[in-house]
């Protein structure tokens, strides 16, 4: 029987990059694996797969009774419905401890990096596997990404190691550039719904009995949000309302300036403030240096709920 390897539900570039690149580690190694995703894919996961000749992993949204590795996440609130009826084979992910259980000891592979596909070449070089190079080509973009090519605090020197040698073995010299061709595409937010902008990235948490989405879309220019602030915090109270979130947040972050605009729309505003020792105008602020969404926006929020 195959073994499933995903990521989050609204999966980002390193969750299906993580989840292609860890099941042919896996089947390497000798262990049957299957890429699989929970939800589409976005723009920019679209265009680096077109890039680099590979199929999206299998959509599949439920796993009971199968085995799974997981891959950038451990948090129910991000896994299938049915995730406590499935066998958790493996962890790799570069996220703080989540709150899923399971029924037996497990391979767990978890680093304070700032990319999963960092800690899945680890395990290349760990077990002495070569990494085909279009294979390193999309590895070396998944880091470039979320790093925000190196620009968030979450970036270690681990990864830019890492996206050095991937670099080096997919055979791209300006990796910097070709990280900049990447987030133009992901700027590209007028072909989408308001709706699907705010999921492209998006993560629910569970804080004090609590469900907290958060949303981050990261582009070039800020500018192109200026005309569709009010659909997007339409769009944010349809997905606050309909499953009952206590906060929908929503960081629009300019990769040029270097900081985030957070909407928010919650049910305890002050909570919000008091996370970032800020003051609310027309439910959004200006948050200064801010680019990371697990290292400068969980942690805070987390603390208040």
Aim: glycine share 6%.
């Amino acid at each position: 029987m195959a073994t499933y390897i995903f990521g989050h539900t609204t999966p980002d570039t390193d969750s299906i990059v993580g989840a292609i690149s860890l099941s042919y580690l896996k089947n390497q190694l000798g262990e049957e694996c299957i890429a699989a995703r929970q939800g589409e894919l976005n723009p920019e996961t679209q265009w680096i797969l077109n890039k680099f000749g590979f199929e999206a992993p299998l959509l599949k949204t439920q796993y009971a009774g199968e085995d799974v590795y997981l891959i950038d996440f451990m948090e129910s609130s991000q896994s299938p419905k049915d995730i406590a009826e499935a066998n958790i084979l493996g962890i790799v992910d570069h996220h703080k401890l989540g709150d899923l259980k399971t029924n037996a000891p497990l391979e767990m592979w978890v680093r304070p990096v700032g990319c999963s596909n960092t800690i899945v070449k680890e395990m290349f070089d760990h077990y002495d596997v070569e990494i085909p190079k279009d294979l390193a080509g999309m590895m070396m973009c998944a880091i470039l990404s979320d790093t925000v090519i190196f620009k968030s605090p979450t970036c270690t020197k681990v990864d830019t190691k890492a996206c050095k040698e991937l670099a080096e073995i997919a055979g791209v010299e300006d990796y910097k550039a070709l990280g900049m061709e990447m987030f133009i595409v992901k700027s590209d937010v007028l072909n989408a719904s308001p709706r699907e902008l705010v999921l492209r990235d998006f993560k629910d948490f569970n804080m004090g009995g609590n469900i907290i989405g958060v949303g981050q879309l990261e582009v070039v220019d800020l500018s192109v949000f200026d005309t569709m602030k009010e659909d997007l915090f339409a769009a944010m109270n349809e997905l606050k309302e309909e499953e009952g979130r206590h906060t929908v947040l929503l960081l629009l972050t300019d990769i040029m300036q270097e900081g985030s605009q957070l909407l928010v729309l919650s049910d305890d505003s002050a909570k919000i403030e008091n996370a970032f020792d800020v003051k609310l105008e027309d439910a959004q602020v200006w948050l200064k240096g801010v680019m990371s969404r697990k290292k400068q926006i969980i942690p805070f929020l987390e603390k208040q709920f």
